[in-house]
């Protein structure tokens, strides 16, 4: 399927968004897929007016209604599932089912949105005072800023615009400008949805609602900087996450960071070396290691390594790397070749250090501008400085322990703290990495790997990985302003804490 036809399944009028400032690129074989405008900073200006504009309009429309909205832009994905996954597919280079599971896991977010827009609850908490009540009431923030990464080009612009959609906030999304394809494609089916939508509901989706800005760091920075939108929500480096931070916390606004991760995992002398070997392999070496939740540092008790390595060593040197296309592809493209290029000088650097490499070499496709590698398993015999740096490639770094403590101390002497896992069956071991005392990161996994996570939990990390969270449980209240509302229905005015005033 050809970039027209999918555009064409899509239905997407290129027409708006071409010019010559962005090359849509594959890194499927370096092909250009589309050239196109990039936005000045007076258009952002104007895009961030015109959401800032619809935010008066839908801030008031019942939040269920809102949810409406959203069913229906959850029906538009899974109708068009396929084209957008194949979209993804060659823009981001991700295999099919993959590009398919990101396109799902934008409607698995959607129908958690609907279901949440009936549930945006507040408390009622008892006063001290006699005749009066307290509660909380939560109202829509304002217009939430997205910046997204070229890993997950669509599904997390989407954990976020689900959420802020019927928590009454309009969205301006700023993609990477490695995939603005697809999100030229979701702006499309995001505005079909709203067609849809207006021949029952008329005048209820305000213009303007999403906005898109297409372009490079610059346009970015207008949207944080806006003193019009009180929330950015950024996936992407530590180093433009801290840059977001600082513009930010200048104007006092809201973040939600979600930046690197150095994932972990500890094998226990107890853990099922199959499970282990299907685990460690599909986190470390699938999305050819560019999520954040990616595999990077295996954490293995020296009673099994002997065992497990060679395992997986021989799976690392026997999954099918090519044409993300081709149906039995297990791993597709880097990127691009500054990720190559990055791959390289961290795996030079494990050998100055010490480490043994396997594989991490170039997999000829044809094409010179397009990046396969075999993914790469190094064992280090400690945890030096480039095992603490996350580099975004299949690269797994193989550290032996002796005793658990020793494991979790390793585990988390990382500057990162998104996503970790143990395998083990020891009840005390599984209990203790989840404890106060065990794995200092957002999500921690027991007996299964560290990506792979489902929208119904809260996901982000901690310390360098930014400490947002995003998609489910009750990450929406970061999207809403909380009111303290107290209500006096007695005849008396009673202070709080006793104090007297009388007048
Ligand atoms: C990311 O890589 O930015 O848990 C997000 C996972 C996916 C999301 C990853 N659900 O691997």
Redesign the pocket.
């Known amino acids: 399927m050809a970039v027209n036809d999918i555009l064409a399944a899509l239905d997407i009028d290129l027409a708006q968004w071409q010019g010559n400032a962005l090359t849509a690129r594959s890194p499927r074989d370096g092909a250009t897929l589309a050239t196109l405008a990039a936005d000045t900073a007076q258009d952002a200006e104007r895009k961030i007016d015109a959401a800032h504009a619809a935010f008066a309009k839908w801030r008031v429309v019942p939040a269920p209604l809102r949810g409406e909205f959203v069913r229906v832009f959850g029906n538009v994905l899974r109708e068009h599932k396929e084209a957008l996954g194949k979209l993804v597919t060659l823009e981001a280079g991700k295999i099919q089912s993959e590009g398919l599971g990101e396109v799902q896991?934008m409607i698995d977010i959607c129908d958690f949105a609907v279901g949440l827009s009936r549930q945006l609850y507040g408390l009622t908490i008892a006063s001290e005072r006699p005749g009066h009540r307290m509660m909380e009431t939560w109202h829509p923030l304002g217009v939430c800023g997205v910046i997204s990464?070229f890993?997950?080009p669509v599904?997390?612009w989407a954990w976020n615009a689900a959420l802020a959609f019927v928590c009454g906030d309009p969205v301006v999304w700023k993609p990477s400008e490695k995939t603005p394809l697809t999100a030229i494609a979701c702006h499309a089916l995001f505005s079909k949805a709203v067609r849809e939508f207006e021949k029952t509901h008329p005048g209820v989706v305000p213009d303007g609602l999403l906005q898109l800005l297409i372009g490079a760091r610059d346009v970015g920075a207008v949207l944080t900087a806006s003193p019009k939108v009180p929330l950015v929500s950024a996936?992407g480096s530590v180093r433009m996450g801290i840059e977001v931070a600082h513009v930010l916390s200048k104007r006092l606004a809201r973040s939600i960071l979600?930046l690197g991760g150095n994932n972990g995992m500890i094998v226990a002398p107890s853990a099922d070396l199959d499970l282990v070997v299907r685990a460690v392999t599909f986190a470390a070496v699938g999305t050819a290691g560019q999520?954040?939740?990616t595999l990077r540092r295996l954490i293995v008790h020296r009673s099994v390594a002997d065992q497990l390595l060679p395992r997986l060593e021989k799976a690392f040197a026997s999954v099918k790397i090519g044409d993300p296309l081709a149906a039995d592809t297990l791993v597709g493209p880097l990127i691009d070749r500054a990720s190559f290029d990055a791959m390289q000088s961290a795996l030079v650097q494990a050998r100055a250090e010490g480490g043994e490499v396997r594989g991490g070499e170039r997999v000829d496709t044809g094409h010179d501008d397009a990046y396969y590698v075999r993914p790469a398993i190094v064992r280090m015999p400690k945890q030096t400085a480039v095992v603490e740096r996350e580099t975004f490639a299949p690269i797994l770094y193989v550290l032996v322990y002796d005793h658990f403590d020793e494991a979790l101390a390793v585990h988390n002497a990382v500057p990162q703290g998104l996503?970790s896992a143990i395998f083990t069956n020891d009840m005390r071991e599984a209990e203790q990495f989840m404890s106060a005392a065990g794995s200092d990161c957002g999500i921690v996994n027991v007996n299964i790997g560290t990506?792979?996570?489902?929208?119904g939990g809260a996901?982000g990390g901690e310390k360098e990985t930014g400490g947002g969270r995003e998609s489910g449980s009750d990450a929406w209240k970061s999207y809403m302003r909380r009111a303290t509302n107290t209500i006096n229905y007695s005849r008396e005015l009673p202070l709080a804490q006793g104090v007297k005033f009388d007048v």
């Open positions: 896991e990464a890993n997950f599904a997390v996936t979600e999520r954040c939740t996503s990506s792979g996570a489902e929208i996901f």
